[in-house]
């Protein structure tokens, strides 16, 4: 497949002298689904403001569609769509007009729009409140209508910029729905950006994880995980951060245990076949009179790769944790 996106050293630097984007290189080819995935703040938007030419870069390469973007950014603007972490929505309008407009702004006129709404409001599913004035639409229907006015125009890439953020678990597995069909029935190649784990794993057929405006790793969902290789047992102390010191000794004194990772959010150790080392942690940790305030074992995550590339977890509030990871609260004695 070819590349419809090629980054190469692509930087931003602000006005204030912030480095948003740090000599990242990255592709995208023809078809894919791609993501972006990182904490807020860690250069995703910036990126996809430079490629949707709506920020000029400070230096580095970055073409959508073999198309430059400073200098040619007329030519690529027809070839994409766009949706922005804010809902572009004029709520005094109905849906359907909403869409009419968008596909006016593109030169869309007659038959050839009225048919094409028809068949997006169709896919998200808001054929019956298609008259409503978008005032009245819950938060997942205005993202639903947002993604869909940006398809009226029949763009051969589709940006999107975290676009479930602050919706709700049942909204969210709908748009997640809609992408999915959008790429594999339709063809579109989907560049996305997001904080959250189990988006990128489920949609993403590659992602590179990101923070700090760097790019740290990348690969399928899969492939990243794999070179985990391990369980992970995470586990936080009682005390102050000597007693952090004490605890990773602790661990590499116990047979079976690999890499040990001070996180934000506690110690991290990986294991093949970690649920049989807990009870050989906790007897190891009573025996040293240190106390554990808890402790959990978990699959090989995205969350995993993101804290052995970066040193920290994606923060707690963007955290989707997957139900099989199970959590064992160690009391006073």
Not at 202 to 229: F, M, N
Not at 242 to 248: C, D, L, R, S, T
Not at 314 to 323: C, D, G, M, T, Y
């Amino acid at each position: 497949m070819s590349d419809v996106i090629s980054v190469e050293g692509l930087e931003v630097v602000y006005s204030d002298g912030t480095k948003a984007v740090n000599g990242i290189n990255f592709n995208v080819s023809d078809g894919e689904f791609f993501g972006f995935l990182g904490p807020n703040g860690a250069g995703k938007s910036t990126t996809i403001k430079v490629l949707t030419t709506l920020l000029r870069k400070s230096a580095g390469m970055a073409s959508v569609f073999g198309h430059e973007v400073s200098a040619q950014p007329k030519q690529i603007r027809p070839l994409i769509g766009v949706q922005s972490q804010e809902t572009v929505v004029d709520g005094d309008l109905t849906g359907r007009e909403n869409m009419v407009l968008q596909g006016n702004l593109h030169g869309m006129r007659g038959k050839e729009l009225d048919n094409r709404v028809d068949e997006l409001l169709k896919l998200v599913e808001l054929t019956d409140v298609a008259g409503k004035r978008a005032a009245f639409y819950s938060g997942g229907m205005k993202k639903r209508l947002d993604l869909a006015s940006s398809l009226v125009h029949m763009p051969k890439m589709l940006f999107l910029d975290e676009p479930t953020t602050g919706l709700d678990p049942q909204s969210r597995a709908g748009i997640w729905n809609y992408l999915k069909k959008l790429n594999k029935e339709e063809h579109i190649t989907i560049f996305l950006t997001t904080q959250y784990l189990e988006e990128a794993d489920k949609l993403c057929d590659r992602l590179a994880i990101i923070d700090h405006g760097q790019i740290v790793t990348s690969g399928t969902p899969s492939d990243l995980k794999a070179e985990i290789g391990a369980d992970a047992i995470t586990l936080a102390v009682e005390g102050d951060g000597g007693n952090a010191e004490h605890a990773k000794e602790i661990l590499k004194g116990v047979q079976g245990i690999g890499e040990v990772v001070q996180g934000d959010e506690g110690i991290t150790v990986y294991a093949k076949n970690a649920s049989t080392l807990v009870p050989d942690i906790v007897r190891s940790f009573d025996a040293s009179g240190l106390k554990l305030s808890s402790i959990s074992l978990s699959r090989p995550s995205l969350d995993d790769v993101f804290l052995k590339h970066t040193g920290h977890r994606i923060r707690a509030e963007e955290l989707v944790k997957p139900p099989s990871k199970m959590r064992f609260a160690r009391g006073r004695r």
